[in-house]
């Protein structure tokens, strides 16, 4: 047997890096996932929102999303979502068409005639910016700022051909169209009327002087409010002359306007003004909690009601009768805290939610089981160790112990303990055991506490690691622990018996790292757009391999098998692992902050979504992961409940029993029998789309399912809504 030398090793290193590149040149990568996302859930990140008859289609960088009003839960729940590089933008609907407007030069085309059936047409692209825009037939009108309005003919989509730009203006920023008149705001000189012809626009018909800049006017019968800088400004075109009839001053820097049969809805930067439409007189006003953005006007029960997308996540609700009481709009949004994949479950904790638990299943049927607590929200942190969960709390400054977290109906708290208010960011188990007791880390700021868990259900604090500089992340190897600090560098640690650090080396980085994994004898550490590989073969001895430079930058990271998966904001990526030396073999689909990934599964969040990608075979149902038979008979609550299109029924049989599943309406008539006959122990799922034994569609309303298998007996309601 021959001793190395380090030179030599050095020289077996570099040629390991050598044929691992070439195997990567040589190679071709087969795709890991797909570029869009599999599915989405707790989708909450949104720019604008339009409301067609009880649907809420929402904009984001992402696309468009479609959400559908439940009558029930007074929410909009997620029905779909449009994947599409959008950066924008404001949304209107003309007819059958919802056009939006993104900000590199874009008009994007979506057929709403079918909701929830969402199609995208395609996009136009001008070749000039344009602040507003309005179709009428084929002509695109454009108020391009100091270009005045420019017109465009647009046959089919995707071509457009300029036609006129005689309307110049100062500084035109809104068109609309009534009656066949074009009216358009000049900020510097008013409102100003045209007529339309079909080779062109027409003469001025006539000009409203405004003397104070106006930013956005809306108009009804022969009335327009337009916008200033401290108020809102009043005008009618229905005399000889047209002429500012009256004002409401004293509103700071109103920003949007809106309408109903009753009211004009004046929106600024912190505060909303309600304002009776015909005598012009301020009736209310609500501060505001956050700045919202462009939203829409819908009706509850004769009661108008404005939508607008919240900064926190999701959107929130205006009863504008009752404006002081507003309330949250999409059912689980808010932001998005940790992920967790465990057993076929993925947990998700939010700033608003609590911890939702979701089977995950086939990618078209991602299914929520339960919620952990669910009295209890502001969920900033997770951990688990095989079926025990911990769970932090920051409102209460408390880290919950919740034992048989993967049960519905078992999950119980075991015991909280009190931690620092100072800003917990990161909780993670260390796999080996030292003693008694098993180790969780609690990252703080420029601390790492460290707490045992005996197997006799004790809970200690037993040491507290200080480190100069504040710690960024942290990775483990057996009892040695690397930690990252704003120092930038690595520390490498031996933990001790009595559970000190002892210092072994250090490995200096160029800048601030985002993630630290173990992959084998290496340390892979992400510095945004860079990657380390080093050598941690030899305690006390880290030696840095290389530096490459990735396509993506990586804010987290995760190992599963022998791959290791990545995320940051331009997008995933996929490392074949197979000879401890990362090889890149995908990348692509959506960015984000945060991931998780286990059970053929990666699940990626910016903070406001959750994206599901499913890796390789898609799964089928829900496997027993555990391999054990279910203990009980079960029958779930189905979900998406309310649902529209299609609903799952998940229900369990710790034997083999003949069972029967029914469909029944109000009126306990049958409807239909999705299943009869002798099924073997196990978990299963159901769907029901809806529909009689004939595959006739059934109306909206309240129906029930039974289960009935053995002696076991148990139905639950549902809500069908179209």
Known sequence: MHAVKKDDAGEMKRALLTFAALWLLVSSPRAEFDSIPDYTIMRSSIDAVTIVDSFALAVSDEGVTLFKFSDTSAQFSFVDQLYLDIDGGRMKRFGDRLVLKSADNRLSFFDISNLPELTYLGATEFDRMFADFVIDGSQVYLAAWFDGVRLYDMPTIGQAQFVDSSLKG??????????????????????????????????????????????????????????????????????????IVDSVTGIAAPRKIFLTDRKLVLLSDRTMWLLDRDGFQVTDSLILEDNLADGDLFVINDQDHLILPSSIGGMTVFNLDDASVPYQGVYRAGHVSDLLIYNQKLFTGGVSNPVDVYAIGDSAHVLHEYSIFPELDSVTAMAHWQDTLMILYPGFNKIAEVLRSTEADEYHLERSMTVPADGVREMEFIEQKFGDDRLLTIRRQDVIDVYGFSDLGYIDLLNQWTFFGSVQTLATRGSYV?????????????????????????????????????????????????????????????????????????????????????????????????????????????????????????????????????????????????????????????????????????????????????????????????????????????????????????????????????????????????
């Open 170 to 243: 100062i500084l035109v920023t809104q068109i609309d169209i009534d009656g066949g008149v074009l009216c358009a705001l000049d900020e510097y000189n008013g409102i100003v009327r045209y007529n339309l012809q079909s080779d062109g626009i027409g003469p001025a018909r006539d000009i409203m002087y405004v003397p104070k800049r106006g930013t956005s006017f809306i108009h009804y019968d022969s009335l327009f409010a337009i916008l200033t800088y401290d108020g809102v400004l009043f005008g009618d075109f229905g005399g000889a002359t047209p002429q």
């Open 482 to 722: 690397y930690v990252a600090t704003s120092t930038r560098q690595v520390i490498e640690c031996e933990i001790s018996e009595e559970i000190d650090l002892m210092y072994r080396s250090t490995i200096g980085l160029s800048g601030l790292a985002n993630d630290v994994v173990v992959v084998g004898d290496q340390l892979i550490v992400f510095q945004w757009d860079l990657m380390y590989q080093i050598d941690i073969s030899v305690p006390g001895a880290m030696e840095r391999v290389a530096v490459v430079s990735l396509p993506y930058p990586v804010v987290d990271a995760g190992l599963d098998g022998d791959r290791l998966y990545t995320v940051g904001p331009e997008g995933l990526m996929v490392f074949d692992v197979t000879l401890n030396q990362p090889i890149l073999i995908d990348q692509g689909g959506l960015g984000g902050e945060m991931m998780a990934v286990g059970d053929n599964v990666i699940a990626v969040s910016s903070g406001s979504g959750i994206h599901l990608y499913y890796l390789g075979g898609t799964p089928t149902g829900i496997p027993n992961s555990s391999g054990l038979v279910p203990v009980d008979y079960s029958l779930l609550q189905n979900y998406p409940n309310p649902f529209n299109l299609e609903t799952s029924i998940p229900y369990a049989l710790p034997q083999k029993a003949q069972v029967k599943l029914t469909i029944y309406n109000l009126l306990g008539q049958r409807v239909k029998v999705l299943v009869d006959g002798e099924q073997s122990a196990g978990e299963y799922i159901e769907y029901w789309n809806g529909t009689t034994e004939g595959g006739k569609e059934v109306a909206t309303g309240l129906y029930f399912y039974r289960l009935e298998a053995g002696d076991y007996v148990k139905s639950h309601k549902m809500l069908l809504l179209k």
